[in-house]
């Protein structure tokens, strides 16, 4: 009651001065686009710079202690979005007529001082190994302690891709067994190849866990190698020393050894099972009709202790009735989590999350908003979910995808807004993945009409669109992508915008001082909600569903969702 209050009596004070700065703010325009009526470019135009700005000052207060999942802060965040859909006219799309859908989570701690492992050949001594410096793993049981007896199998890559003809785990029952993984996927300059350079999902490591669990098997060891993963065993170390939230009963969330070994330790493990040089086999395993799956004989055995805690957060759901009946509904997503307080800090520990991602859920209110008081319904139905734990490995949006609020084959397009930095308008935008979609020649029609000019992903192979809520939606085969600024912004050249956002990373990225500034400038924030208004209604006039292209790695999932 207390935080439904509170809310409550923020709201208001948010909307009274937004108000007052929108009647001082001149309406900018938004150009014609064609199929769009004027109505819709009327509501697009009210969609307002203060408001986006109101939103993010208040969901990075410090009152909201940074919006850990599970918290009080949190739920602060879900109820202020929920108060704000309601004050907008925005319905309920969640749980028994709320505005809530419950996420089941439960987060693993991996008790270091109490967890061992060591490689044990069938003859001779146990490798023992050193926790954290060799190896760090997470029991995904959600069980306070594993023991863990099993055979080692190398699985070149662990990928099963039939679009590739490619199959490392042809001939191989990996029932009770660990899998032995190179981290990434085969390498390719050729676009039909796993898409050249470009990472697919297949190199993922979070992939290689969930194809392994599918086959049974109790624990994957990922072979790190820097050049190949592209960060260093730091990056790894400090990413598993942490609590790390699943979904409670994921079945593709299984493993009782979810781990990384250091590369010269899976050289010392070959030497050890006399499989030689681990590079060549590595060089071997990417080759077509080159590897063939080996069982070691060597076991993994190992004693894990973790500490578990489960709880339940909430993604927030929204729905603004539309004029047509059945299919082509649009959903926008934008997770409102962030990393909480870390009570071990000294000094400032509220890592409030301003930028990640106070910017996205202020465009997601911004745009409901513009939505529900239209002076013409949309096309079709229009969703709006902001989701929870985005940063524990996207579970809300995963959560949302297999719980969607109308079935994934009548959803024509998800459009997601992830740390948009209020920097000034920008002149260039990132789209990863818009281009998969025969949605594309609109996407681009609408990104000229708006002055935004087009840019390919600058770091294809560092698979950023396996990384954002979108990815949860694509997965069960809804078109979607995110909607990124790119480096070009007025009154700039490149280099300025590239300075800021390294800038951001270096300093601000997860750290306590993503904070808001009085300073910033979210016109381009509101800039860029209006282009995805105007592409979510555009969405909602086609004639027909919109569709992965032939060939996608997700159309094969948005076909069985329309035949369902």
């Known amino acids: 009651m207390y935080s439904k209050l509170m809310c409550v009596i923020a709201v208001a004070g948010v909307l009274a001065a937004t108000q007052l700065r929108g009647q001082q703010a001149a309406v900018p325009a938004v150009p014609a686009v064609p199929g769009l009526p004027y109505a819709a470019r009327a509501a697009a135009a009210s969609i307002d710079a203060a408001r986006i700005r109101a939103n993010v000052r208040f969901l990075s207060l410090d009152l909201l202690e940074g919006r850990g999942p599970g918290t009080r802060g949190a739920e602060l965040a879900a109820e202020y979005i929920a108060t704000q859909f309601s004050l907008d006219g925005v319905k309920p799309a969640g749980e028994n007529g709320t505005y809530f859908q419950s996420v089941p989570l439960m987060a693993v701690h ?174 071997k395993a990417g080759r077509p009709g080159a590897f063939h799956a080996v069982e070691l004989p060597v076991k993994l055995k190992g004693h894990v202790e973790s500490r578990v805690r489960r709880y339940v957060s909430a993604n927030v759901v929204g729905r603004v009735a539309g004029a047509g009946k059945g299919g082509n509904a649009v959903l926008y997503t934008a997770h409102y989590d962030h990393l909480g307080i870390n009570p071990d800090a000294k000094g400032d520990n509220i890592y409030n999350g301003a930028a990640d991602n106070g910017t996205g859920c202020g465009i997601l209110l911004e745009m409901a908003r513009a939505f529900a008081q239209s002076p013409a319904r949309p096309p079709h139905d229009i969703y709006f979910s902001a989701v929870t734990a985005e940063e524990q490995g996207l579970l809300g949006s995963q959560y949302l995808g297999v719980h969607p609020p109308v079935p994934a084959g009548q959803i024509a397009l998800d459009l997601n807004y992830d740390m948009i930095l209020p920097i000034g308008i920008p002149r260039s935008m990132n789209l990863s993945g818009a281009e998969r979609i025969d949605f594309w020649p609109t996407v681009q029609t609408v990104a000229k009409a708006f002055d935004l000019q087009l840019l390919p992903d600058p770091t294809p192979g560092a698979g950023h669109y396996y990384r954002s809520d979108h990815f949860s939606l694509a997965r069960v085969g809804i078109p979607a992508f995110s909607v990124d600024q790119g480096e070009l912004f007025e009154g700039h050249d490149e280099a300025w915008g590239h300075a800021q956002f390294m800038d951001y990373v270096a300093h601000h990225y997860h750290q306590p001082s993503d904070e808001f500034h009085a300073d910033w400038d979210f016109s381009g924030n509101a800039k860029l909600a209006r282009f995805g208004f105007v592409l979510g209604w555009l969405a909602g006039e086609q004639p027909k569903p919109v569709e992965w292209k032939a060939g996608d790695e997700f159309e094969a999932a948005r076909k069985a969702s329309q035949a369902k």
Request: aromatic content about 12%.
């Open 110 to 283: 991996t008790v270091e001082d109490k967890t061992k492992f060591g490689f044990v050949p069938a003859s001779g001594e146990r490798m023992e190994l050193a926790y954290g410096t060799e190896i760090v793993s997470k029991d995904q049981t959600g069980e306070p302690t594993a023991d863990i007896d099993a055979p080692i199998v190398f699985v070149g890559y662990g990928i099963h891709a039939p679009e590739y003809h490619w199959d490392d785990y042809a001939g191989v029952d990996m029932k009770g067994k660990i899998a032995l993984v190179i981290v990434n996927e085969p390498p390719s300059n050729d676009e039909k190849f796993f898409k050249g350079r470009a990472l697919t999902y297949y190199g993922r490591w979070t992939y290689k866990y969930e194809e392994a669990a599918r086959r049974g098997a109790v624990g994957v060891l990922i072979v790190h190698r820097t050049d190949l993963a592209s960060y260093g065993w730091d990056v790894v170390r400090n990413s598993q020393a942490i609590e790390k939230s699943y979904l409670q009963g994921d079945p593709d969330a299984t493993l009782r050894a979810a781990a990384w070994i250091q590369h010269d330790v899976a050289q010392r493990l070959f030497t050890l099972a006399g499989l030689g040089d681990l590079d060549q086999a590595i060089d």
